[in-house]
């Protein structure tokens, strides 16, 4: 559709939200709403979007969404027909066809978007709608027809007559117009004696008395909320939101053993015949790749995971897993680690700023704080990198094949060589040369051939 700009209005300031943050703000499966509608909006033609903002907001807003748009501020919040006259010197003679569309619609996916805009050019209309059929439409606009089913205007529900209050077709808060219409049209709308508004519903019972050809599509789904106007709409919409996600990776070859307990955000990505157990928590940015079992009961934060991974029980944040990893049960990785193929990190083990080699293992009860560790290293039970010395945060170092004992506590800075065996319960205040041992509190170290250095 290359005839097209859209307008994403976005200069409410959401007062029913109780909150101290823009409506548009709020997120839904760890994305804000507005980007959840640029998102959908994005790829249905190549127009500009144009979204239209409070000033009071712009800054927020223009930095969190990562698309090409124009914004267009707009001073006084006087409706939804003010804010799209904002932006009528960017509606050039070059595009046709004008979407607009609020910007808390999140729920209202692309296919239904794309829907309303085929009916539109389909039928070659000046104005077309989303109309849905609500068992319980209070609070919607409604769509009003003649005799003949034309449609002749939409009446915001304060304005309702008791007669009207029964009507259940509604305006779904998505529009497409002619653009050159519009710019002839939009500056007729008339002010609200009851709110000093201007609405953008008014463009339909011009368009009606001047003859011109109005539509409508309907939607058919089982989705009964369009705009989102309070934390319990937010909720509804979350739910909606999540669904569609959980129903994607689905479809897409994700085995997700309960969607009822499963929360996936939207910006995540797992791959085929990977398996997401109860009570399962995927947040941010997470990748995830083939095969690999996630839960039950484990919360992943913004974090790459590679293929054939297995994470029982555990918490894992802004980390990298490669290959073949194994975490948990009741294991956390704090940010900033890079766990290597066929690592295995047992129960009650904490990760911290560490870099963890090939095939290492750490089996149970241990904290590793900014740590490199080197390929099959092996560390016992209990053992503690001491990095933190009440001022300053310090670096450990084991390197490939040393075996580290049960309850040894390493004081960094330190670094301990190839092939080092540590006994248990030592306690290393020093560097460790490759193929030696260290043994006692503080450590004596011991050569390979068997004298104390």
């Not at 995830?288 to 894992?316: A, L, Q, W, Y």
């Not at 897993?321 to 940010?335: A, E, M, T, Y």
């Amino acid at each position: 559709m290359d005839d097209w700009l859209t307008v994403i209005l976005a200069g409410g300031r959401g007062k029913r939200m109780q909150s101290s943050l823009p409506k548009v703000m709020h997120k839904i499966c760890g994305k804000e709403i507005i980007r959840h509608v640029v998102d959908n909006v994005s790829d249905l033609h190549t127009g500009s979007i144009i979204v239209v903002v409070s000033p009071d907001y712009l800054s927020q807003i223009n930095e969190i969404i990562d698309k090409d748009c124009i914004f267009v501020t707009q001073n006084n919040p006087l409706g939804t027909a003010h804010a799209l006259l904002q932006v009528k010197d960017n509606l050039t003679s070059d595009r046709k066809h004008l979407l607009v569309i609020y910007g808390d619609n999140a729920v209202d996916d692309r296919n239904l978007i794309n829907a309303v805009m085929k009916r539109h050019l389909d039928t070659d209309s000046d104005i077309t709608l989303l109309a849905k059929i609500l068992d319980n439409p209070k609070g919607y606009g409604r769509i009003i027809k003649n005799d003949s089913g034309d449609i002749v205007e939409v009446i915001e529900q304060r304005n309702l007559s008791v007669n009207q209050e029964t009507i259940k077709e509604v305006n779904g808060g998505i529009y497409c117009f002619r653009i050159d219409w519009l710019k002839n049209n939009l500056e007729k709308v008339y002010q609200s004696e009851i709110t000093k508004e201007f609405y953008l519903t008014d463009l339909v019972s011009i368009a009606y008395e001047q003859g011109r050809r109005i539509a409508s599509y309907l939607d058919s789904s089982a989705i009964e909320i369009m705009g989102i106007n309070n934390k319990l709409e937010l909720s509804i919409a979350e739910k909606v939101v999540q669904k569609r996600i959980l129903d994607n990776l689905m479809i897409e070859g994700v085995t997700i053993k309960d969607p009822n307990t499963t929360y996936i955000d939207s910006d995540v990505k797992v791959g085929k015949d990977s398996i997401v157990l109860p009570n399962t928590h995927i947040y941010g940015k997470s990748v995830f790749g083939e095969r690999s079992t996630i839960g039950p009961n484990s919360i992943i934060r913004d974090t790459k995971v590679g293929d054939d991974c297995k994470i029982i029980n555990s918490h894992i944040e802004n980390s990298e897993l490669k290959n073949d990893v194994s975490i948990g049960p009741f294991s956390h990785i704090r940010p900033d680690c890079v766990i290597h193929s066929n690592v295995y990190i047992g129960n009650y083990v904490e990760t911290k700023n560490s870099d963890i080699g090939e095939n290492t293992k750490i089996g149970h009860f241990g904290y590793i704080g900014d740590s490199k560790i080197g390929m099959n290293v092996n560390i016992g039970a209990g053992t503690i990198t001491c990095n933190y010395d009440g001022k300053d945060k310090h670096t450990t170092t084991i390197n490939d094949g040393s075996f580290i004992g049960s309850d040894t506590m390493l004081i960094a800075p330190v670094n301990i060589g190839q092939n080092v065996v540590t006994g248990a319960g030592s306690v290393i205040t020093s560097d460790i040369p490759d193929n030696s041992k260290a043994i006692g509190v503080p450590a004596r170290i011991i050569n390979i051939k068997g004298k104390q250095i």
